[in-house]
């Protein structure tokens, strides 16, 4: 069964620290793996997309990193902002998923502290 | 930021009413989707569509029915509102034929059963 798990499922640090949250996942064949973000009330904002080939990926202070051998993936958020709250969820597209259809995690949920 | 666009944004309603809920974009896109997010949990593909009327069932289960008239138009009805139709429900499109072209996600509408 194609599942995606992530951890830990909330998470509290104070601004300006570093954080790193996890996604192992099951899914197969494997297409690509993207990082969300999703505000309170809102949808969804893709961080990063990684394929296959691709071990790291950044976007500012955010870097995705993968390992398609053990099916791990992290999320490291650098010097954490208030506005880093939010809940990160690990979405995984499989390799006939051509029409867009995902599998999500429940998401870990994040709170920056001033 | 995506072109994506979801009405009402929250929606209060009485058992047995009939309601739509809207999404519209402007991006062109063919692939249109709903996902239905309770708190906490992973989102869940109810309906998508290919294109102009098409329009399949998701993975979970839904009481409620959409259609695809127009390319920029998606709505979702529900007949008759059951509390157990509480949820979030958020629209996403996407363009393009590959599994890493992005899904863009619409704010969402918080929609309250009473």
């Known amino acids: 069964k194609n599942q995606v798990e992530q951890s830990p499922q909330s998470l509290i640090i104070l601004e300006g620290k570093n954080c790193t949250l996890q996604?192992?996942?099951?899914?197969?064949?494997?297409?690509?793996l993207r990082w969300y973000k999703q505000d309170t009330g809102r949808g969804p904002v893709s961080l990063t997309i990684?394929?296959?080939?691709?071990n790291t990926k950044s976007n500012g202070r955010y870097t995705a990193t993968l390992d398609a051998d053990t099916k791990q993936s992290s999320l490291h958020i650098t010097a954490s902002q208030l506005s880093d709250s939010a809940s990160y969820i690990c979405v995984v597209s499989d390799r006939g998923s051509t029409l867009g259809r995902l599998y999500f995690g429940r998401g870990t949920q994040l709170t920056v502290w001033p | 930021e995506a072109d994506i666009y979801q009405t009402p944004r929250y929606l209060v309603i009485g058992t047995g009413k009939k309601i739509t809920l809207e999404c519209s974009q402007t991006?062109?896109?063919?692939?249109m989707y709903w996902y239905q997010q309770d708190p906490g949990m992973e989102l869940h593909l109810i309906h998508y569509?290919?294109?102009?009327?098409?329009?399949e069932k998701g993975d979970l289960s839904s009481e409620s029915t959409v259609s695809r008239i127009r390319t920029e138009h998606f709505p979702l009805t529900l007949e008759s509102a059951r509390p157990s139709h509480t949820s979030q429900y958020l629209c996403?499109?996407?363009?393009?034929?590959?599994?890493?072209?992005?899904?863009?996600f619409g704010p969402g509408t918080r929609l309250t059963v009473l």
């Open positions: 996403a499109s996407k363009g393009g034929r590959t599994s890493t072209d992005t899904q863009y």
């Open positions: 991006m062109g896109h063919d692939k």
């Open positions: 990684m394929t296959f080939s691709e």
């Open positions: 569509s290919y294109g102009v009327n098409s329009t």
């Open positions: 996604c192992n996942y099951t899914v197969s064949p494997f297409s690509n």
